[in-house]
């Protein structure tokens, strides 16, 4: 056997092994999450308050803590971002000034740790605004979050809209307004569905964000101006804070898990119908 | 107090109401300047066909000439073909005539472009004008990704027309003029990207003419379809002359000396495109002045 071929085949082995690591060490992880947290899983545990710091009990409140969360979240990404990617793809100039400033401070925002978007969401929403701990201050900085990544995808699902509808547009003198609403919109529709699902999925795994926003309730919130705990910062607690809480913080984190896996699929589904036309 | 201002708004509403539904059935009733919205006419909108007529044109990409100096004139109700090897320049010619180029902000045009005696590339004359005068069909078919109804009544609602009554009219005459009609009139509501290539082709050109163009501009209209689509178009084509002025690239030979009255040889010369005759279409086949027109037309060279 010659060198080259030898080469090859470790070259080929080392990659077998990175992809059997990467795939076994999720599988691990929902494996130890199974193990701990199934016995606890029951419809009455997603259906009742958590007693005892969440050592019995269920996750209702946190359930629906999470949900307004994500629903004052999304309410503000799905409109500023939208318009920001229309205004980045149909209005001004990959090129200009503006453009190039743009798309880089999306690139350098997209990457900055949640940790300190949770840190501005406190001093600017919770301090200077004087919204307090509460629902509607961690759904707006989840929503500061959120945003470079929806706006990103958004840009690519409008960019992704075939030029021959631009073309034909033109060539009709349809008025900038009428193709961007009848035309353009209907046609990325699916991707920007899939932009909104991704985002979501992002804001529904983020902690460090709402531990400095939301807070820690863990009663029924009783209107957006109430703290409430979301689903990653009850396990966060439970894990961390409370002794013999490991069960129902895995149980809670299969809920969570679930609850991603549905909605990267759903992604995937609307990705898939938007692609290939 | 209260009750008589919720009672006077009350009334107000249904004036307005009553005001709105009169405007909306019966267009008779409305005064001659909403009317004019609703005809699609511009007082500057060309009545007949026009002579297209193109005097020292220059396109340039990055300061690099793809066209250079090529003057050329479409009749009024003619069919004017242009014929010539790939990269000659022959789609950057048709679409400097209503202005598509300038939305590549790298391309420069310059020279005369004339209907009948306006200058199209004058910066005086507008591009809403000129596309409303102008229409063009594309090589790939390009159809909306809405109804076949919209398809047609979404752009003519867009330029302006109001009625639905008037819109829906509009879209059965064009669409019997392209011969649609007793195909599609039970599926008008299904998406127009269900349908064959050639019919798509068909609803672009019907699309086009909803917006009573006087010149009609295609580019390869026929390349992507099956002879029997072709042969449709062609007929159609020839139907569609006796109201206006066409001018249609073709690489397809046969096609011009079928249909073309007029053709306009087009060749590449150290990267720039340019005319090399342009006549009576019997003449450019059957007597050609330059030899470059002789070789391409006998097949031996493009």
């Known amino acids: 056997m010659n060198n080259a071929k030898l080469t090859e ?6 990659l077998w092994c990175i992809a059997l690591f990467v795939v076994v060490v999720p599988i691990a992880m929902l494996y130890e999450l199974l193990t701990q947290g199934l016995s606890h899983l029951s419809w009455a545990f997603l259906f009742s308050e958590p007693l005892n710091s969440g050592r019995n009990g269920g996750i209702a409140p946190i359930l629906l803590s999470t949900a307004l969360i994500l629903m004052t979240c999304l309410s503000v990404v799905i409109p500023i971002g939208l318009s920001c990617a229309l205004y980045i793809t149909e209005v001004c100039d990959r090129n200009s000034f503006i453009g190039k400033w743009l798309s880089h401070s999306l690139d350098i925002l997209g990457g900055v740790p949640s940790i300190v978007f949770g840190l501005f969401g406190y001093v600017f929403f919770a301090q200077i605004l004087s919204l307090g701990f509460s629902i509607l201050t961690g759904g707006l900085t989840l929503a500061c979050m959120a945003l470079p990544l929806f706006i990103r995808l958004c840009e ?20 900038h307004s009428g ?49 409430g705990r979301a689903l990653s910062v009850h396990i966060y607690d439970l894990a961390m804070n409370v002794a013999g809480g490991t069960k129902p913080a895995a149980a809670t984190a299969l809920v969570l898990v679930t609850l991603l896996i549905i909605i990267n ?13 | 107090m209260v009750i008589t201002m919720t009672i006077a708004m009350v009334v107000h509403h249904m004036i307005k109401n009553h005001k709105i539904k009169v405007a909306k059935n019966d267009s008779l009733l409305q005064p001659s300047y909403l009317q004019q919205n609703d005809t699609l006419t511009d007082k500057n909108k060309l009545m007949h066909a026009p002579a297209v007529n193109i005097e020292n044109l220059f396109v340039s990409y990055d300061k690099k000439d793809a066209i250079k100096n090529a003057s050329l004139t479409a009749n009024p109700n003619e069919i004017l073909a242009l014929v010539g090897p790939s990269g000659c320049g022959k789609t950057s010619l048709l679409s400097s005539i209503n202005r598509m180029s300038e939305s590549n902000k790298n391309c420069q045009l310059s020279g005369i472009i004339k209907l009948n005696d306006d200058n199209v590339l004058s910066d005086d004359y507008p591009v809403e004008l000129l596309r409303k005068n102008v229409g063009m069909v594309f090589q790939q078919p390009n159809p909306f990704p809405l109804s076949i109804r919209d398809n047609i009544c979404f752009p003519i609602k867009d330029h302006g027309m109001t009625s639905a009554k008037h819109r829906e009219d509009k879209m059965r005459e064009v669409l019997k003029r392209t011969g649609l009609w007793d195909e599609l009139k039970d599926r008008l509501d299904q998406s127009a990207l269900r349908l064959s290539g050639g019919q798509q082709q068909r609803l672009c050109i019907a699309r086009a003419l909803a917006l009573e163009p006087k010149v009609l501009l295609l580019d390869e209209p026929c390349s992507a379809l099956d002879p029997i689509s072709t042969q449709l178009i062609e007929s159609l084509l020839l139907e569609l002359k006796k109201s206006m002025t066409l001018i249609m690239v073709t690489h397809n030979l046969a096609q011009a000396k079928r249909i073309a009255d007029q053709v306009a040889v087009c060749w590449v010369n150290e990267g720039s495109g340019y005319i090399v005759e342009c006549d009576r279409s019997e003449k450019i086949f059957d007597q050609p002045q330059s030899p470059i027109t002789l070789s391409y037309c006998m097949g031996h060279a493009g």
């Open chain 1, 9 to 14: 085949q470790l070259m080929c082995l080392i």
């Open chain 1, 156 to 175: 690519q699902a409008l960019r992704n809209s075939p030029v021959s509808y631009r073309q034909a547009a033109q060539a009709l003198n349809l008025s």
């Open chain 1, 179 to 227: 193709y961007i609403l009848h035309i353009l919109l209907p046609s990325a529709s699916s991707g920007i569905a899939a932009a909104t699902i991704i985002a979501t999925g992002r804001a529904l795994a983020e902690t460090a964000v709402l531990i400095f926003t939301a807070g820690y309730a863990s009663r029924y919130p009783a209107s957006i101006m109430d703290s």
């Open chain 1, 265 to 277: 699929i759903s992604a995937r589904y609307f990705s898939k119908r938007w692609l290939p036309r």
